[in-house]
Structure formats: C-alpha cells, structure tokens
C-alpha cells in the first residue's frame, strides 16, 4: 500500500517538476507609445502581459489588449489618461500554464517627457552625467522635479545613487572601468516615467599620472628638508649650551704631574718631628 501511494505521487509530481518557469522577454524597446520585445525562447505556448504604474497610484495595473497576448508589442497610447502628467512606469512579463517570470521594466532610450535627455562625459577619476531640464514635465513642477542617477559598475547592479537636477559628477571612480549609469525623474520624492535605458562610458586613464607623483615627492621632499633645517636652527640657538657640554672633553690630571721633581722634595715627614720643606719654584726665562 505505502508503495503505491509513492508510485501515485511520482506520477503527480512529474509534470509540475518538468515544468519550468517562463524566461522573461528581451531587447525591449520603446518607440513613442508603442512597445516591443522579443521571446527569450522559441516556445509557442508563452504569453505576454504589459503592466502599468501611474504616479499617483502603487498597484500595478494591466494595459486593456495587452493581457496574456501572444504579440511581441502592445500599444500604450490608453495609459496616458491614467496619469494626471502622462507620465507612467511600464513593464512585462511572460506567462505559461499559469507560470510567470520575473517582471522586466521598459526604458527610454531617448528623452521625452517622461524620460529625461542623458549625455556622458568620462574624465579620469569621475564621470559626469548631463541632464536636460528641457521638458513638459520640468517646466509643469520646476524645482519639484529631480533626477536620480544609479549607477555603478558595468556587469554589476546599479544601486549607488545620486540625485541632481542639471547634471551630476560622480567622483572617486576607478580609471580603466567601465561605468554605467540609468535614470529617472522623482516627482515630489516619487519615481515617475520611464527610465533611461542603461549607458556606459570608460573612465579614462590620466596621462598627468608621472608628473603628479613627480609634484608629490618634490613636495614632500622640500616640505622635509625645511623641518630638518628648522629643527637644526632650533638646537643651535637653544640648545648650544648642552651641545657644547657634550663635545667637551672629559677633564683629567695628567699622571707626570702628580710625580715630584727630580732632586728636590716637596715635602718630607719624619717618625718624631715633623718638618716641612720647600722649594720654591720660580717661572723660568
């Protein structure tokens, strides 16, 4: 009997572990209002559904025609009512047998309205992002309206960020990587719009490399032999008096001079009366 429940429950368990969860699409690409994108797969039976997200909302909703269709595009033109701007977040999945993949977002990869206008410049150790404040969308808010730029290595996920309004100057970058970066308006601390599709810029190396640790050693340099000088300044003037008792020689008595003359005596002692005699020296001419 535990046999056959086990042989029951393989054949049950077959099929929902055969069945593998759908690839999201690929190559999205937004042209105006009308979106498209290719299968990550050849499979027949996957479906597609494209989702939106308006700014004054936090559920995502289903774009009318475009819910489980079998096309590679779906136009959005209706969702322009949904925002009171216009301005919406989209995005798609795949489905099949009730199995879907993980949401993948649209991006912008020219700036309209609803996406801001991005241009690269890399200089060594930094890149800069420039933002064109020349929209709808910016005039309607003013200074409501920011950017926020992610960026990060390219390969790996964009999470640093920053915020700005006209353009951006990320610092401290490494030279020789390469750096990308994606970005969106933030209305009222909101996201709202697409985002820029992601681009990526080199950082280039600096030629003024030599020549500046050339400047730092010459620095350094001048920077010690001016304490050296000053310390010796220092102990020359305020210190002599010790420095001269230390280079004096030790003060001794030659032994010759503690010996007597020869044929005279100093002074002489007898065991019973005690006498002194004396020579007298006289400097000699």
Not at 43 to 49: A, L, P
Not at 82 to 96: F, H, I, P, W
Not at 223 to 246: D, E, M, N
Request: charged share 20%; proline share 6%; with cysteine.
């Amino acid at each position: 009997m535990f046999l056959t429940l086990l042989c029951i429950q393989a054949v049950v368990q077959v099929p929902v572990v055969s069945e593998a969860t759908p690839a999201p699409p690929q190559n999205l690409h937004v042209d105006k209002w009308l979106l498209t994108w290719t299968p990550a797969t050849e499979e027949r039976d996957v479906t597609y559904t494209v989702q939106y997200l308006s700014f004054d909302n936090i559920v995502w909703k289903d774009v009318p025609g475009c819910s489980q269709t079998s096309f590679h595009s779906c136009n959005v033109t209706i969702t322009r009512d949904e925002s009171e701007d216009g301005c919406v977040m989209l995005r798609v999945q795949a489905e099949r047998h009730g199995l879907t993949s993980e949401p993948v977002k649209f991006c912008s990869r020219y700036g309209d309205s609803c996406s801001p206008e991005v241009r690269l410049v890399a200089r060594p150790g930094s890149l800069t992002v420039n933002l064109s404040r020349n929209h709808s969308i910016v005039w309607e808010n003013a200074d409501h309206v920011k950017h926020k730029v992610y960026y990060g290595k390219e390969g790996e996920s964009l999470q640093k960020y920053e915020y700005g309004t006209s353009s951006v100057t990320i610092l401290k970058l490494e030279e020789g990587q390469r750096y990308c970066t994606k970005v969106q308006y933030i209305l009222y601390d909101k996201p709202v719009g697409l985002k820029s599709c992601t681009q990526c810029e080199v950082i280039p190396v600096s030629r003024h490399k030599p020549k500046q640790t050339y400047v730092i050693v010459t620095v350094v340099a001048v920077i010690f032999v001016a304490f050296l000088i000053s310390w010796i300044g220092y102990v020359l003037i305020f210190r002599h008096q010790r420095i001269k008792h230390w280079l004096q020689p030790p003060c001794e008595i030659p032994q010759h001079f503690l010996m007597p003359f020869p044929g005279h005596q100093i002074c002489s002692y007898t065991s019973s009366i005690r006498e002194e005699h004396c020579d007298i020296i006289s400097p000699i001419e």
